[in-house]
Every structure is written in structure tokens, then in C-alpha cells.
């Protein structure tokens, strides 16, 4: 996105093209090896294509600076379609492909032939910016960057990493921005009392300016000796005379400091508030400098772009969330402080890794970039789908996405940021899973470890999990619903020991099999790991330890009876362990049980059913390194080392 719309020439390298089309380069330089005609040859060549759709009302009388780019005849249709097309040049392929070696691309000739690629792209690559029909991608019309930059203006604020760097004078960020927002005052287009101040400044540095000729240059003539006093002949009487002349630009960059108020008279130096602060500050900075730049240009851009990488960096989670909430707002603000009135149409980019912003963003705010591996390419080639919320859940009803929403909302959106997922029904299980998952690591050394892979843990009660498969559907996450039996005596009836039950009230347990209806606990006991997963889910719920033993009706109930010696469970039958298991499970309070074994006593062993489900999220993991962008990489070391020599 910067570089399509940033100012300034657009140039890519070999490593900015995707590493799954490295082998169309190869097929274009194979068919122009065989003398096949520009026709054949380009449409083989990658290119990088960045497609913008700006909405607009076609009631409206005139379109401004998006009117070149309406090249449709639908008096319907209100999207304008913008394709920027990084590509070869018109002309270019004879150039691109000269002198090239023939013959087959084994490993060291396609090495050579990258090495080669990297060198010629720039220069043989060029931006075209067309209009395309939304209806009719054929039909386009070519435009120039300055038509683009008409119609789009954009802003970038990077990811503050050298906010506490105190050891260069680069810690002193917050005045470098002024510098731009006195560049901005000063242009001719600039709002009145932007000027006013502009111009007011510009008074005071040449006032100071004229002291600085008139008398500051006549004392520091007095610290130069004169040429004739060393003895050099021929010099014709030249002297040397001093200049002192003062830049305003860089009195606010390099010599202005900012300072916040301290207390006796003693004001704190800007390196000395909290980076947060620091942070926050400067993005508000820079919104203010976009907004008048805006107001600056000589025509009005139809929209400014705003991305903000990151804010998250040093912002604690309230004001992280605060920010975010406030955006919109700031900008209605600064739009409402103009003479005018006038409207800023601005739209703001946010990349984020931060589940607090997410929460405050809202589902139909978040674009959700999903790595996944390319159907048919080579094993270890990666791609990134954006995936839009405001779709992914069309098919949830409006109850269950309001839950949803409320639930990530009032919790976190970790969902949005993991790998997997594991949901489970209440504290105990959130609390002791880890244990959990560390003993069965210590245990099992050469199986998969779920220790070193992104992984959140949900904690949303058993009526409740079902709901959130659509979502982990649409994020395409692994995941683990760990759940309990809830065994009951019939359906609506009172819960009761499994042995003594015949139904489950487990609504998750209802949906996850709800082709068996009614559900049966002896079906439930029934079902094989298989029956457990769907696709890239599963569920977990109690199980025998042992073939015909005892099964626990709840977490606690399973966690008894898989250290039976320990707890000391009365009763010689299965039945009646059960019983002596889910008596004295209620006995102790969630919390205090679930605190107890995850810190104070670690000697006992997890429930099989909760070990089984580990086990299987375990598998899975994400596809190892790319092996064409590693052949990218390659290319490019052994360049440097030619360059080196």
C-alpha cells in the first residue's frame, strides 16, 4: 500500500513478488528461449496488483477527482474500480531476458538466473494505473500517478520503535513533527490562522536574523585572522568574512525541544514521560499534520488514507482500547476546527496484533489476514487471505453473532491472533491446562508439543461452545472443545451420576450430535475418537479411565476418579466410586479446587478423556519454510558476496 500510494516512485524487487509464482518467471524465460512471441511471453510474467473500489452516489452532479476513473456505462453501478498493475514494461521483454544463458534451469543456473532477475526488475518494471469497469475487467483506460494522487491521499505512521532510544537525538520525535506542521502553516494554501502563526514565526527568526548581521558577524570577524597574516602570496587581497544565517525548519527540528510542565519552575525533558504517552502524543501529532496537509492541497483529494501500524507499542490495554474507541472521533474533530466546517474523508487502516483493540473495533471493522498453504503449489508455499468479518458469519443468526460479539467484547479476541483454539467449560479447566499439557509433554518427549504453538485457551461454559464453530470455521482454526458429560436422569430431568442417568443436558454435546435423537449416555460412551472430530475440530467429554470403570459427570468428578488412590475413593464398584466421586467433588469450591492442584499439589494425573483431546490438537502444526522464497534468499546472498568481492 506505500508504495502504490505513497509519492514517489514505485519500485519492487525480486523478493516483494509472491514465492509461489517464481516459476512463472522461469516459463516466460523458457518461452522466450524458444522464440515464442511477446503474445505468449507476457501473460507469463508475474506482476504485483494492488485493485482499489471507491463507492460514491451517482445521483451526484460531479465526481471530482474520481470522474477519469468512471469509465462504466451503468447508470446502476456506484463502485469505481482503480488497478494498480506493477508490471513489465511496454517494449521490455527483449531487455528483460538478454543475454541470458540457454539451456535447462538446474539448481545453480536458476540461482544465476535469479541473481539476474533481482538486478533487472527495477528498471524493467514499471507502475500502470488503469480505470476498470466493475462490470467489464476488459474494459480499462489508462491513466496517469498524478490521477491517482488527485483522487487518493495518503498517510503513514510507522510502529514507534525508537521511542526510548535516549541515546540519540532521534529520542526527540515530537519535535521533528513540528517541523512539518510549520512546512505545512507556511504553504499558500494553508488555512488562515495556520498561516498567521506560520508567517508570525518567520517574523521572529528574521528579527533574529538581523541582530545575528549586524552585530553578531562583526564580533566573530574579530576571531578570524586574515589570510595575508600566514604569508601567502598571490591570494590578490581576498578575506574571508563569516555568515551566520538561521533556517527556520531546522530551528524546529534540531534545536527546538519539547518539554512538559514540571514543578518548582523545572519543565521535564520530552525523553522523560512514559513511551505510552510519548506514543499516543505522537500519533495525535501526525493526525493533526495529515488533516492540514489535506486542507493544504490546492484541489481537495476525494479521500485521504490513513494507515497506523501497530499503536499498540508502549499503550497498556486501556489505552490501547481508549485510542481506538476515540479515532473517529479526532477526526470529526479536527474536521469541525476548520473555517469551513468542511468534511475530512478520511479513512483509517489500523494493523494491529492487539486483542484490545480488537475488542474495541467491533466484528464489521476487522480484516483478518490468514496464512494458509497454496492448493497445487510445491509443500511449504505460503499464502495470506484476507478474510472480512462483516461476511464471514452470514450464515449465524443475528442472536448467536450478537453473543459472539458481546462474548470477544467482554473477554478478549485472542481467537483472532492463534493458531488454535482450545474452549473449555469453566475455571477449573482453564486453570489446570497447562499443568496438564506440560505433564503429558514430560511424559511423552517425541510427541508434538502444544507448548511451542499459538494456542488460546476460551473459557465459554458448555451451552455455549456450539455457538462459537462458525467463527472458528471462518478463522479456519484447529480446535478442541473440552466439555462435560452432564448426564441427567431423562431429558429435563435432574442431574445425576452417569451410571444413573440416561440423557445429556450438555447443549453442545445436543449439537455436536444431533443426527442421535435423543442423545443416549450409552451412545455418548459409544462414540469412537472419530465420531469425536469433524473436520479440523473435536470434542472431548468424560470417559471410563479404564474399559467398564468409573466416568465422572463433570471436570471435577473425572479429575477424582483418574487419582482415585489419592483421594481415597470409597466403594468397590465402579457405581458406587462414582458416587463417592461426585460427593466429594462437591464439596470443595471451584476456585480453591482448581488453585490447589494447578499450584500447591502437581502429583496426580490428568483425565484421559481431556489427554486424548490434547494429544489430537497437538498434530497438525503449520507447514515448514518456504522452499522458493528460500531459493529467493539464496540468490540474493550470493549477489551480496559478488558484491563484496
Known sequence: MRRFLDEGPTTFQLEDFSSSCYDNFCEARNAFMEGKDEATIRPLLPAIELNLVCRYDPAQLELGPLAPFVVDLDPTCADASILLRYELKDGAIKTFFDALASGDLDAEARLTFFRTLRERIPSCYALKTLA??????????????????????????????????????????????????????????ADTADRLIAEALTTA???????????????????????????????GGQEIRTETTLNIKSLLSNFTKVRYAGYGGVPLPESYNGLGVRNLIFILLQLVGFYRA???????????????????????????????????????????????????????????????????????????????????ANSGIRQARIKDLRQGL????????????????????????????????????????????????AADATSPKLSTQYV?????????????????????????????????????GTACAVHEGSTTSNACLKAWFSDDAPLALTALSAKLDTDKAKGRHRIAYQCPEAVNGPCGRTFEDAF???????????????????????????????????????IEERNWNAPKYILDGVRWLAGGNPAGPDPALALAIAAIASSDEQQNA
Open 132 to 189: 476498470q469497469d466493475p462490470n467489464d475487467p476488459d474494459n480499462q483506460r489508462l491513466l496517469t500517478a498524478a490521477a491517482l494522487r488527485n483522487l487518493v491521499k495518503t498517510g503513514f505512521i510507522n510502529a514507534q520503535r525508537g521511542l526510548d532510544d535516549v541515546t540519540t537525538r532521534e529520542s526527540d520525535v515530537l519535535a521533528k513533527v513540528l517541523e512539518g506542521l510549520f512546512t505545512t502553516a507556511a504553504s499558500p494554501t
Open 205 to 235: 527568526v528574521n528579527d533574529i536574523q538581523n541582530q545575528i548581521d549586524t552585530n553578531f558577524s562583526d564580533q566573530l570577524k574579530g576571531l578570524m585572522p586574515t589570510l595575508q597574516s600566514f604569508g601567502y602570496p598571490g591570494l
Open 294 to 376: 489535506f486542507r493544504a492541497e490546492t484541489v481537495s483529494p476525494g479521500m485521504h488514507m490513513i494507515f497506523i501500524e501497530e499503536p499498540e507499542a508502549h499503550l497498556h490495554p486501556q489505552m490501547q482500547e481508549v485510542f481506538i474507541r476515540q479515532l473517529d472521533k479526532i477526526a470529526q474533530q479536527l474536521a469541525h476546527s476548520a473555517d469551513d466546517g468542511g468534511v475530512w474523508p478520511v479513512q483509517f487502516v489500523v494493523s494491529t496484533h492487539s486483542s484490545h483493540i480488537a475488542n474495541a473495533s467491533g466484528f464489521e471493522s476487522i480484516r483478518y489476514f490468514l496464512g494458509t498453504d497454496v492448493p497445487g
Open 394 to 441: 452470514t450464515g449465524t443468526s443475528a442472536s448467536d453473532r450478537k453473543f459472539l460479539h458481546q462474548y470477544l467484547t467482554l473477554t478478549r479476541c485472542d481467537l483472532f491472533f492463534a493458531d488454535k483454539a482450545i474452549l473449555v467449560e469453566g475455571l477449573s479447566e482453564r486453570l489446570l491446562l497447562p499443568v496438564m499439557i506440560e505433564k503429558l509433554e
Open 456 to 492: 488460546t485457551v476460551l473459557e465459554v461454559g458448555g451451552a455455549y461452545a456450539h455457538l462459537f464453530l462458525p467463527l472458528l470455521d471462518f478463522l479456519e482454526l484447529r480446535s478442541l472443545i473440552i466439555t462435560d458429560l452432564d448426564s441427567v436422569t431423562v431429558a429435563g
Open 560 to 598: 477424582i476418579l483418574a487419582n482415585a488412590t489419592q483421594f481415597g475413593l470409597a466403594g468397590p464398584t465402579p457405581q458406587e466410586q462414582e458416587l463417592s466421586a461426585r460427593q466429594l467433588a462437591g464439596s470443595f469450591k471451584k476456585s480453591e479446587f482448581a488453585l490447589k492442584y494447578a
